[in-house]
């Protein structure tokens, strides 16, 4: 049996969203079922189940969580489950033009989900959209790293 994990993706123009289906692939080749949840409708309710969770979230604005996900990021701050069964990885794009703000929508997850006791498998992936590099295949090769060298320990402890 595979183990499940839920991408939840924050997006704006669509570009977090396609990394997410390119990360699907690599998870399914490495013996998970990935599930793909836009941030759209969701609220802290999702983590009921506890589990294996991937954030991937693009940053906006002046540092900002995608408009899609702001409902989201509200309501677990507001209810503030206790997340300490849950395992996360986080995927932040960003452009690094902003300095001050750089993958700050993933950022403020990754800072969120640490606060209500998630453990985080491994460091986020940060990716700059002004390095030249296509933020799917970045994310596809830390994703193969992530789930060998990170997350397979995390969900083994």
């Given at each position: ?9 924050g ?114 992936l ?18 193969q ?13």
């Amino acid at each position: 049996m595979s183990q499940p994990i839920t991408l939840l993706v924050g997006t704006m123009t669509g570009t977090a969203e396609l990394v997410a289906q390119e990360i699907e692939t690599t998870l399914q080749g490495a013996g998970f079922t990935p599930t793909i949840k836009l941030m759209d409708g969701l609220d802290a309710s999702v983590f009921d189940d506890d589990g294996t969770f991937l954030i991937i979230s693009s940053t906006y604005g002046n540092g900002d969580i995608p408009d899609n996900a702001q409902a989201f990021y509200a309501s677990l701050a507001e209810v503030r489950p206790d997340l300490s069964k849950v395992v996360y990885g986080v995927v932040a794009l960003g452009d690094m033009t902003y300095k001050a703000t750089f993958c700050e929508g993933g950022l403020q997850f990754d800072r969120l989900m640490a606060e209500l006791g998630a453990r985080r498998a491994g460091e986020p992936l940060k990716h700059d959209a002004s390095s030249g590099t296509l933020p799917e295949d970045i994310a596809c090769e830390w994703a193969q790293g992530w789930v060998e060298q990170e997350l397979a320990p995390a969900l083994a402890a």
